[in-house]
């Protein structure tokens, strides 16, 4: 809806274009420090006015990043117990979700493969990566500690509605700020030297 009324108004911007401004921290007063010689990427605050607030920046790109996830959700059942993997296996060669799905062979036998549609280029036998992963996945031992402890962590993680866990976001966002503004400022770095 933005980026049509701003075409009317003859501003082109393409999705990507409006999604890294919504995003950009400068409009809160905030300025990027690019990781550089062995330091971290820094957001420090800026000697600039914040034209928006911290806590609307924070709101908009959790929208933002809601709407990205239900994207970029496998389109796909990935129930199928023949295509386990679907959505799960990565591409080798571009990065690319593999997916899955059915092919016939000349004799009409029935097979099913890995394959991405990305890139098209790796395409494997679902019942033998299959076959591995079960494999891997049994040869996993894990201690009784191990398990309690993932156990609550999984219980921990599951209490409480969606709101909860989202209000338990936003308030850990903003502890992150809160601790990103006691950073030493560049200018009185500077100054300092």
Same mark, same amino acid.
Do not use: W
């Given at each position: 809806?933005?980026?049509?009324?701003?075409?009317?108004?003859?501003?082109?911007?393409?999705?990507?274009?409006?999604?890294?401004?919504?995003?950009? %921290?400068?409009?809160?007063?905030?300025?990027?420090? %690019?990781?550089?010689?062995?330091?971290?990427?820094?957001?420090?605050?800026?000697?600039?006015?914040?034209?928006?607030?911290?806590?609307?920046?924070?709101?908009?790109?959790?929208?933002?990043?809601?709407?990205?996830?239900?994207?970029?959700?496998?389109?796909?059942?990935?129930?199928?117990?023949?295509?386990?993997?679907?959505?799960?296996?990565?591409?080798?060669?571009?990065?690319?979700?593999?997916?899955?799905?059915?092919?016939?062979?000349?004799?009409?036998?029935?097979?099913?493969?890995?394959?991405?549609?990305? @890139?098209?280029?790796?395409?494997?036998?679902?019942?033998?990566?299959?076959?591995?992963?079960?494999?891997?996945?049994?040869?996993?031992?894990?201690?009784?500690?191990?398990?309690?402890?993932?156990?609550?962590?999984?219980?921990?993680?599951?209490?409480?509605?969606?709101?909860?866990?989202?209000?338990?976001?936003?308030?850990?966002?903003?502890?992150?700020?809160?601790?990103?503004?006691?950073? %030493?400022?560049?200018?009185? @770095?500077?100054?300092?030297?």
């Amino acid at each position: 809806m933005v980026i049509s009324e701003l075409s009317v108004k003859g501003l082109k911007l393409s999705t990507a274009t409006v999604s890294d401004l919504l995003r950009n %921290p400068m409009y809160m007063g905030k300025i990027v420090m %690019p990781a550089k010689e062995g330091k971290p990427l820094q957001i420090i605050e800026g000697v600039h006015e914040a034209i928006i607030s911290a806590e609307l920046c924070l709101k908009v790109n959790q929208i933002l990043t809601e709407n990205h996830s239900k994207k970029c959700r496998n389109k796909y059942n990935t129930a199928k117990n023949e295509l386990f993997l679907r959505g799960i296996l990565i591409c080798s060669r571009c990065g690319g979700h593999i997916t899955g799905s059915r092919s016939k062979s000349g004799g009409g036998s029935r097979y099913n493969y890995y394959h991405c549609n990305h @890139c098209g280029n790796e395409r494997f036998r679902a019942d033998f990566a299959n076959q591995r992963v079960s494999e891997i996945l049994s040869s996993l031992i894990f201690k009784k500690e191990i398990k309690v402890l993932y156990s609550e962590m999984l219980k921990e993680m599951m209490t409480g509605s969606q709101d909860d866990r989202k209000r338990k976001v936003v308030k850990l966002k903003h502890e992150l700020e809160m601790l990103e503004s006691k950073l %030493p400022k560049p200018r009185t @770095c500077l100054l300092k030297e």
